[in-house]
């Protein structure tokens, strides 16, 4: 028992030492909510312990669920993104409730609304860069009305300031609220947000192509914006820049690996130096297709890569085999194909990932993506029972 005592960690402790391939007292997790999902958890698996949003959560869930989810009014798809937009800090409190080792904090997501208002009976939100967004079909704001619509936008583009350390102070409140777990702050790479929320996805990818010598000046001028976040937030308290920049979909990158190395590496690379200059850990959240990058990331000093995502085709255990002594993988809780498995067949699939990664000692058993309302309940209690198990020590023989 003392021996036990003396080797315990603490939340902030044990994701430190995993990011950087070092020995951890038990597997450490990543717990990671969509703002609905987040809802739907504490009106039915978990309440939260601050009873005024506990009570607000489960009110937007109730009116959500009950007029058809996906198909619900308009008012009730979005109310949960207020509730994300107001009270920004309850999802990642929440995934600390829940034992998560470290959560994310989006201070400057172009998801969290500058302003507000009303057109043809939708709310239009004003995000952070200037983009004009609208709940469409679904539950998530479009990108209605991007700000950059030709080339001469480039050079007169105002990129928000990021200078003004009151932004920062919510890092500050987190850290000492919660002293003991880790805290990564948001930041964002050159490709995933500047194309989807400047640009639109096809004018992006042909303006790298038309003008690569203006596009990459520009792309340097949002990476020196970006710095700003990662020094101000690491000084705020932040243990982890979680780096948001999507460089696939299935099976396939974006971009070429070459025109990516050309195009986006070395934006990738100035803030990984920052981070680690700082004095954080460097955490990439990369969706789709992974494995043709795996060399420049490590080339890069990258720290950490999530989600590493199983229908993309990604392969944990050849990647983990090469890669797993030089960068640690937070994956293994397949939210988007564990979806349409059985609670057993879940389980079984989070006990193999376990299987893997416990091999070294670069592994954190995360989510692959935010979990999702569509969700089955069964399979929620699923992930949880497992990680309950596996922390137990039934699986280590």
Known sequence: MDQLKRTAMTSRERILAAGRGLPVDRLPVFYWLNPHACCKLMAEYQPYNNRFWNTTARFLWNRFHTNGEQNAPYLWRLAPLLLDGFAFATIAEYAYQMGSDFAVFYHSTPFRFARLALENGHIVMRDLYGARRSIGSGIYADNIDPPIKALADLKGYKFPDMRDDSRYDYIRKMRRKYPDKGLAASVFGAFDIPQETLFGTERFLTMLVDYPDEMQAFLKRWTDNEIEVVRRSVKAGADIMFIGDDYGYNHRTFLSPRMWKKMIYPHLKRLID????????????????????????????????????????????????????????????????GESMTPQEFRDDIRQAYAIGRQKQGFVLGMTHMLQHTMPMDNVHAIFDSITIIHAGVFEN
């Not at 420049?296 to 229908?311: H, I, K, T």
């Not at 030089?326 to 988007?336: A, E, H, N, R, S």
């Open 274 to 337: 920052e981070t680690h200059a700082a004095g954080a850990l460097a955490l990439l959240h990369s969706c789709g297709y992974q494995m043709t990058l795996l060399d420049a990331y490590v080339e890069a000093g990258l720290d950490m890569l999530q989600a590493f995502q199983p229908l993309a085709g990604n392969d944990f255990a050849a990647a983990y085999a090469t890669y797993g002594d030089k960068l640690t993988f937070i994956t293994g809780i397949d939210t988007q194909r």
